[in-house]
């Protein structure tokens, strides 16, 4: 008699009824890692976490972070947070975490190429804007202007708190606990002051040393994404046009190439036809750069890597090109009057929130409250920076505004 095969796969793993019920046996972290390049950043050669766990089954260290980070409530709150337009501008704009995945894509892209960690340059990416406050670069300045008497604001610092201490997922330990290489790769800058107290973490800043080729992906991925989709939510919005960019070498040359390829589009159609050729080109150039850079300093290890100078980078001819782009957007959109406006009243927000709060901490949640001034003024910093656009508006209104409830 012929046994029937079952339609259930994961039947046709049973061998036996006594048959182990583990019979399959899962890849080591080194066979997940064997595609690696030497200069890449393994992960059974991490620097660690900060507080020991045992090694995850079935991933590698760095898919847990990146794992650890999609499951965070920073990153969820991303979804109402500022690139350029706040939030309830339009639904089809950026907002930071929709920036944060195009920059995980394009970083993938780059390290597959170069043979590197894609989970580490995931995990990277989709950390690196977590510490950001309501309303883009507007409100860091402000929250920095706030915190002038107290150590200042910076988000790069901020982000690592986010992963390091304010998360509250976790039994055993605050924060994500996430490796030594994803940490060193969310903290891109860092001024010597605060370098010095960072130990371990801000030592490459004090003796010169890169971060992983990782980190320096991510780092550059970042700016390609937000170069690209600055332009296009742009020209969504009206306030730059075609005509603007005309002048604007990157931009001309593919759409140029589009339009010759694709005569009869024009619209949004034509933007991303133009948008997608710019991103191609710069990844290209950065994979190929880059590669040229590795074969040059022929680094062997990730300790090479560190002690390498920078290895991730443009051709001299694109980066010239990129900096008009980026000189053109800060030009014309970052300093457009009504993105000007929008920073404006951000500030009033920010500063007004935080003024209160410093004023009488009892407004603040009793987790948020201290008896120490240093300690207070950063809670307040956390808990400012914590906020979405639309939170902060209406924490404004709660608190400023007679008639709200
Ligand atoms: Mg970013």
Redesign the pocket.
Known sequence: MTEKLSDNPLEALHVSDTAPRHAVTLPSVAALDAHLAPYAAHSAQSRGRRHPEAPPSARTEFQRDRDRIVHSTAFRRLEYKT?VFVNHEGDLFRT?LT??LE?AQIARSVARNLRVNEDLVEAISLA??LG?TPFGHAGQDALNDCMRDHGGFEHNLQSLAVVDELEEHYGAFNGLNLCFETREGILKHCSRENARRLGALGERFLQGRQPSIEAQIANLA??I??NNHDVDDGLRSGLITFEQLADVELWRVHYDAARAEYPQIEGRRLVHETVRRIINTLIVDLIDTTMRNLMRHAPRSLDDVRAAPPLVAHSEAVSAQATVLKRFLFKNLYRHYRVMRMANKARRVVTGLFNAFSEDARLLPPNYQSADPQVQARLIAHYIAGMTDRYALKEYRRLFVVDDN
């Open positions: 690139q930071r920036h944060s920059v690196h804007d950001h970042d700016e994404a937000y």
